[in-house]
């Protein structure tokens, strides 16, 4: 499968946004889908995931509120809706897949994944 994010750019602290990720084949192939995000000297970290298994959307502490993933699977695409945007949500956010589900506590490993989008860059400054 081929990944393919859309949707950065540059907002303000507090300002909203919605990444996309495009899937070349059916997303219903796939038991993990993921917004994972990396910032200059920092590991990559998962941001959400989604279980196909529970049917369950999991996150980050850091952006629970702020943030939602959704899908459309009907046209294999994945979305993050990003609102209340802050300086430190600064970072390139890549979509992620694989196809078994993974344990609840290392669903929002980016280890555990292996496919994965280009990435898209998200600035929040003033």
């Known amino acids: 499968v081929q990944l393919q994010a859309s949707g950065g750019g540059l907002v303000q602290p507090g300002g909203s946004l919605r990444l996309s990720c495009a899937f070349s084949g059916s997303t219903l192939d796939y038991g993990m889908i993921g917004w994972f995000r990396q910032s200059p000297g920092n590991e990559r970290e998962g941001v959400s995931v989604?279980?196909?298994?529970?049917?369950?959307?999991r996150y980050a502490d850091s952006v629970k509120g702020r943030f939602t993933m959704s899908r459309d699977d009907a046209k294999s695409m994945v979305y993050l809706q990003m609102n209340d945007l802050k300086p430190e949500d600064t970072a390139v956010y890549y979509c992620?897949?694989?196809?078994?589900?993974?344990?609840?506590?290392?669903?929002?490993?980016?280890?555990?994944?292996?496919?994965w989008g280009q990435g898209t860059l998200v600035t929040v400054s003033s």
């Open positions: 989604f279980d196909r298994g529970m049917r369950t959307t």
């Open positions: 992620a897949t694989r196809k078994n589900r993974l344990i609840v506590s290392a669903a929002l490993s980016a280890a555990h994944y292996n496919y």
